[in-house]
């Protein structure tokens, strides 16, 4: 005889969220969501609370980054809140001369050119991110049941800041630097792995439910490439983790030729940006990864009959993979009116509500 499925109980805890039990492959109450770059310039709430503030300040400043981690959980009703932090956040932390600016991003005062200068990298001393572990803590005692997702740039995006000495296009000084001087680019990996790894565990041992990582840029290799230089040391931050039991989200850019990889690098999740099609990706990362995306970020600026097909359209493409945690492709554009992303949340759960 059949058995009706017994109605969902809610989330006993963040491990037993939505979000988690998708990123493991486990049956979900409704599809969860959150938004990459959720906090941020598209709340005016955020605005005001930054006016005055430089970025790298506000990041270290637990009240501020608690305040503003909530603000979209609470406008939203998302299904995660991501730390309010930068990439860039664990070399400033170890002592590198980087400012954020306005409108352009992490800028760096003296770029790394030479084997000289990858050995002159200050480490980051796991004492100096206190700050850090009581903003999490603060965090995780807030949301209850809402997961904090903690996350960290990748090896290979933290590299094309500090080698460029800035945000850049095709990161050509990067690759040249990759090509020209294989030692010293394997040591700088290696650092940047040591530190991110650190970084992310903090947040983790403090109470994060799930990781990040961010290699937005690693699009720009051959899938060659990233396997022989690069993977290894994203694996490495992964690995690094030991045995906290969360699940990895692993994300970047114009990855389609390099989905599996990611996947290989020691994921639970891939995040896929828009340009590959969820049940296409789900058939290249295979059946033991879950998803995570990928509405184009530019399409929450046309009407709302664009916005709701495109919905649709992934959240149908998305049942292809193990789990799906819905997102945008990349973050949020800043003109986005923040209105537009509470629909989206709405619209989702209403389309996969069990
Ligand atoms: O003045 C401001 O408001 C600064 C804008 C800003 C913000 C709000 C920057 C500068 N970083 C952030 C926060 C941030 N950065 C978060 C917060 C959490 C959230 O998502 O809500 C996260 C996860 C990041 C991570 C980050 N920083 C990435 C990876 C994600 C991605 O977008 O690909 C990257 C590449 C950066 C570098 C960076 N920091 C800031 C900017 C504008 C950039 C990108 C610059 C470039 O285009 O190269």
Redesign the pocket.
């Known amino acids: 005889t059949a058995v009706a499925d017994p109605a969902p109980t809610p989330a006993s805890s963040p491990a037993d969220s939505d979000l988690v039990r998708a990123a493991r492959g486990l049956p979900v109450r409704r599809t969860p969501v959150w938004f990459?770059?959720?906090?941020?310039?598209s709340l005016p709430e955020y605005r005001a609370l930054?006016a005055g503030t430089r970025?790298l300040e506000a990041c270290q400043d637990p009240d501020l980054v608690t305040e503003i981690t909530l603000q979209p959980v609470r406008r939203h009703g998302v299904d995660a809140a991501?730390?309010?932090?930068?990439?860039?956040l664990p070399l400033v932390v170890a002592g590198v001369d980087i400012e954020?600016k306005?409108g352009v991003?992490?800028v760096v005062a003296h770029p790394v050119r030479t084997v000289a200068d990858v050995d002159a990298l200050p480490p980051l001393e796991p004492d100096r991110l206190a700050f850090l572990a009581t903003a999490v803590r603060r965090l995780v005692a807030e949301l209850g049941t809402t997961p904090l997702i903690g996350?960290a740039?990748a090896p290979f995006?933290l590299a094309t800041y500090l080698i460029e000495g800035g945000?850049s296009k095709e990161h050509a000084r990067t690759k040249a630097f990759m090509y020209a001087e294989p030692q010293a680019w394997g040591r700088l990996l290696d650092r940047l792995a040591v530190s991110a790894a650190t970084f992310l565990n903090t947040q983790v041992d403090a109470g994060a439910s799930a990781v990040q990582l961010?290699d937005?840029w690693a699009g720009v290799l051959s899938a060659a490439d990233y396997a022989e230089r690069v993977l290894p040391h994203s694996r490495a931050v992964l690995d690094g983790l030991g045995d906290r039991d969360v699940p990895r989200i692993h994300f970047g850019?114009g990855t389609g030729e390099l989905l599996p990889l990611i996947g290989d690098a020691g994921a639970d999740v891939v995040g896929v940006d828009w340009r590959v099609p969820l049940d296409e990706a789900a058939r290249r990362v295979g059946p033991h990864r879950s998803l995570q995306g990928n509405l184009d970020p530019a399409v929450l600026l046309a009407d709302r009959a664009t916005v709701d097909r495109e919905v649709r359209r992934v959240v149908e493409q998305g049942r292809a993979a193990r789990g799906h945690v819905f997102n945008l492709g990349?973050?949020v554009l800043p003109e986005t009116d923040a209105g537009v992303l509470t629909h989206v949340v709405e619209l989702v759960h209403e389309l996969t509500t069990r």
Not at 36 to 41: I, K, S, T
Not at 82 to 88: A, R
Request: aromatic share 10%; proline share 11%.
């Open positions: 990459m770059r959720q906090a941020g310039r930054r970025m991501i730390l309010f932090s930068d990439i860039v954020i306005p991003g992490p996350f740039g995006t945000p961010f937005s850019v990349h973050g």
